[in-house]
């Protein structure tokens, strides 16, 4: 698969540079929640659980026409996903903890879309696009900070997990299958549309971890 996708790129590249004398260029930028579904396997007996991202992202993306009302746009844009959680407890009031954990994600994803679309009027269009989105995992942190209260006296320690180092076992390539529609209005366009992940981010034998999301942002066209 990942092979297909590559030739893929190349292929899409090579078309970019032959046809570029039609193309545009767009800034994007928007918001991107992430779910993670986590689902552990023992003794074929499956749990699975879930983890939810706030994610923000500004990229450009390069669209050309193919012939007629139909396109390819070629994209990059960097991603920042994020989120914090937090557990507490005490015992009668006399020994008592926190533990806040900062999760911190920061992503490369290529795009790859075709798209479909129809004037409304000589400044309104309205479009489709789908294909996949190579993401890449640039770095991934979990910060961990323990707060423990023993009759009045409080110690705090802090840690910190590299999701990618060398004893981890997250995979850093991810490949999704996009889809959604884009308004556009003149130089300004809106688009919305949902992220699903195909591979398996967490080389365990016995857990497996999909992603999926939605975004919504904005674009302007120079």
């Known amino acids: 698969m990942m092979k297909r996708l590559f030739a893929f790129l190349a292929v899409s590249a090579a078309m970019l540079v032959a046809g570029k004398s039609y193309a545009q260029l767009s800034i994007r930028a928007g918001f991107a929640p992430e779910t993670w579904k986590s689902t552990v396997t023992v003794n074929n007996t499956s749990t699975t659980s879930t983890s939810n991202l706030k994610g923000i992202f500004i990229g450009a993306h390069y669209n050309f026409s193919l012939t007629g009302d139909l396109g390819l746009s070629l994209g990059a844009q960097y991603r920042y996903n994020?989120?914090?959680?937090?557990?507490?407890?005490?015992?009668?009031?006399?020994?008592?903890?926190?533990?806040?954990?900062?999760?911190?994600?920061?992503?490369?994803?290529?795009?790859?879309?075709?798209?479909?679309?129809?004037?409304?009027?000589?400044?309104?269009?309205?479009?489709i696009f789908a294909g996949p989105t190579l993401n890449l995992a640039l770095a991934g942190n979990s910060h961990v900070t323990s707060t423990v209260?023993?009759?009045?006296?409080?110690?705090?320690?802090?840690t910190d997990n590299?999701?990618?180092?060398?004893?981890?076992?997250?995979?850093t390539l991810n490949l999704s299958a996009t889809f959604g529609v884009n308004f556009t209005y003149m130089h300004f366009g809106l688009f919305a549309g949902y992220n699903l992940g195909l591979l398996d981010m967490n080389k365990a034998d016995n857990l497996s971890l999909k992603t999926a999301g939605f975004f919504v942002g904005l674009g302007y066209t120079l």
Request: glycine share 10%; net charge negative.
């Open 82 to 127: 994020f989120s914090k959680e937090s557990e507490s407890g005490d015992v009668f009031g006399l020994v008592g903890g926190t533990v806040e954990t900062k999760n911190t994600q920061s992503v490369l994803d290529v795009p790859v879309l075709l798209n479909y679309g129809l004037d409304l009027s000589d400044a309104m269009r309205l479009s």
């Open 149 to 158: 209260t023993v009759l009045g006296k409080t110690n705090v320690t802090e």
């Open 162 to 171: 590299d999701w990618y180092g060398d004893n981890t076992n997250f995979e």
